[in-house]
Nanobody
Framework: QVQLVESGGGLVRPGGSLRLSCVAS???????RGWYRQAPGNERELVAS???????NYADSVADRFTISIDYAKNTVSLQMNSLKSEDTAVYYC???????????WGQGTQVTVSS
Protein backbone atom coordinates (compact mmCIF):
# COMPACT_ATOMS: atom_id res chain seq x y z
CA GLN A 1 0.00 0.00 0.00
CA VAL A 2 1.27 3.46 -0.91
CA GLN A 3 0.30 6.59 0.95
CA LEU A 4 1.05 10.10 -0.22
CA VAL A 5 1.28 13.09 2.11
CA GLU A 6 1.26 16.55 0.58
CA SER A 7 2.35 19.83 2.07
CA GLY A 8 3.12 23.38 1.08
CA GLY A 9 -0.20 24.80 -0.08
CA GLY A 10 -1.58 28.10 1.14
CA LEU A 11 -2.48 31.66 0.28
CA VAL A 12 -0.09 33.75 -1.79
CA ARG A 13 -0.29 37.05 -3.61
CA PRO A 14 -0.07 37.23 -7.41
CA GLY A 15 3.54 37.06 -8.47
CA GLY A 16 4.53 35.09 -5.42
CA SER A 17 5.93 31.59 -5.05
CA LEU A 18 5.02 28.36 -3.33
CA ARG A 19 6.64 24.96 -3.13
CA LEU A 20 4.51 21.84 -2.87
CA SER A 21 5.95 18.57 -1.64
CA CYS A 22 4.61 15.04 -1.62
CA VAL A 23 6.19 12.22 0.35
CA ALA A 24 5.42 8.63 -0.61
CA SER A 25 5.44 5.89 1.99
CA UNK A 26 6.87 2.45 1.39
CA UNK A 27 9.74 1.09 -0.65
CA UNK A 28 8.00 0.94 -3.98
CA UNK A 29 9.36 1.71 -7.43
CA UNK A 30 7.44 4.32 -9.37
CA UNK A 31 7.53 4.89 -13.09
CA UNK A 32 5.94 8.33 -12.95
CA ARG A 33 5.14 11.03 -10.44
CA GLY A 34 3.44 14.34 -10.83
CA TRP A 35 0.87 16.93 -9.95
CA TYR A 36 -2.66 17.59 -11.11
CA ARG A 37 -4.95 20.41 -10.09
CA GLN A 38 -8.66 21.04 -10.03
CA ALA A 39 -10.32 24.42 -9.79
CA PRO A 40 -14.01 24.78 -8.88
CA GLY A 41 -16.19 23.90 -11.84
CA ASN A 42 -13.26 22.56 -13.84
CA GLU A 43 -11.97 19.11 -14.61
CA ARG A 44 -8.79 17.86 -13.03
CA GLU A 45 -5.86 18.74 -15.26
CA LEU A 46 -2.23 17.73 -15.45
CA VAL A 47 0.17 20.38 -14.17
CA ALA A 48 3.50 18.57 -14.37
CA SER A 49 4.87 15.06 -14.42
CA UNK A 50 8.19 13.27 -14.47
CA UNK A 51 8.89 9.69 -15.52
CA UNK A 52 11.59 7.46 -14.10
CA UNK A 53 13.91 8.30 -16.99
CA UNK A 54 13.69 11.99 -16.15
CA UNK A 55 11.31 13.01 -18.91
CA UNK A 56 9.14 15.92 -17.83
CA ASN A 57 5.81 17.15 -19.11
CA TYR A 58 4.20 20.47 -18.23
CA ALA A 59 0.89 22.10 -18.96
CA ASP A 60 1.44 24.96 -21.41
CA SER A 61 0.06 27.44 -18.89
CA VAL A 62 2.78 26.68 -16.32
CA ALA A 63 5.77 25.54 -18.38
CA ASP A 64 7.79 28.71 -17.88
CA ARG A 65 6.86 29.17 -14.22
CA PHE A 66 6.69 25.78 -12.51
CA THR A 67 9.39 23.16 -12.01
CA ILE A 68 8.91 19.56 -10.94
CA SER A 69 11.67 17.68 -9.16
CA ILE A 70 12.18 14.37 -7.38
CA ASP A 71 14.33 13.64 -4.36
CA TYR A 72 14.76 9.87 -4.53
CA ALA A 73 16.52 9.68 -1.18
CA LYS A 74 13.50 11.23 0.51
CA ASN A 75 10.96 9.62 -1.86
CA THR A 76 9.54 13.08 -2.46
CA VAL A 77 8.22 14.84 -5.53
CA SER A 78 8.08 18.61 -5.37
CA LEU A 79 6.57 21.38 -7.44
CA GLN A 80 8.19 24.80 -7.33
CA MET A 81 5.65 27.37 -8.43
CA ASN A 82 6.84 30.88 -9.31
CA SER A 83 5.09 33.95 -10.68
CA LEU A 84 1.77 32.63 -9.48
CA LYS A 85 -1.41 33.95 -11.03
CA SER A 86 -4.99 33.98 -9.84
CA GLU A 87 -5.82 31.32 -12.40
CA ASP A 88 -3.43 28.95 -10.62
CA THR A 89 -5.88 28.81 -7.73
CA ALA A 90 -6.95 25.19 -7.31
CA VAL A 91 -6.61 22.09 -5.22
CA TYR A 92 -3.35 20.42 -6.18
CA TYR A 93 -3.07 16.63 -6.10
CA CYS A 94 0.09 14.58 -6.07
CA UNK A 95 0.08 11.27 -7.88
CA UNK A 96 2.43 8.38 -8.48
CA UNK A 97 2.26 5.44 -10.86
CA UNK A 98 3.64 2.21 -9.55
CA UNK A 99 5.99 0.09 -11.64
CA UNK A 100 4.85 -3.38 -12.75
CA UNK A 101 1.18 -2.79 -11.90
CA UNK A 102 0.78 0.74 -13.33
CA UNK A 103 -1.54 1.40 -10.43
CA UNK A 104 -1.95 5.08 -9.59
CA UNK A 105 -2.09 6.54 -6.13
CA TRP A 106 -3.31 10.00 -5.20
CA GLY A 107 -2.69 12.40 -2.38
CA GLN A 108 -5.48 14.06 -0.44
CA GLY A 109 -5.00 17.41 -2.16
CA THR A 110 -3.65 20.73 -0.96
CA GLN A 111 -5.30 24.09 -1.56
CA VAL A 112 -3.39 26.80 -3.38
CA THR A 113 -5.04 30.21 -3.43
CA VAL A 114 -3.54 33.12 -5.34
CA SER A 115 -5.20 36.36 -4.37
CA SER A 116 -4.35 39.91 -3.41
Amino acid sequence: QVQLVESGGGLVRPGGSLRLSCVASGSVMFIARGWYRQAPGNERELVASMTSDGTTNYADSVADRFTISIDYAKNTVSLQMNSLKSEDTAVYYCYVKRAMTNREYWGQGTQVTVSS
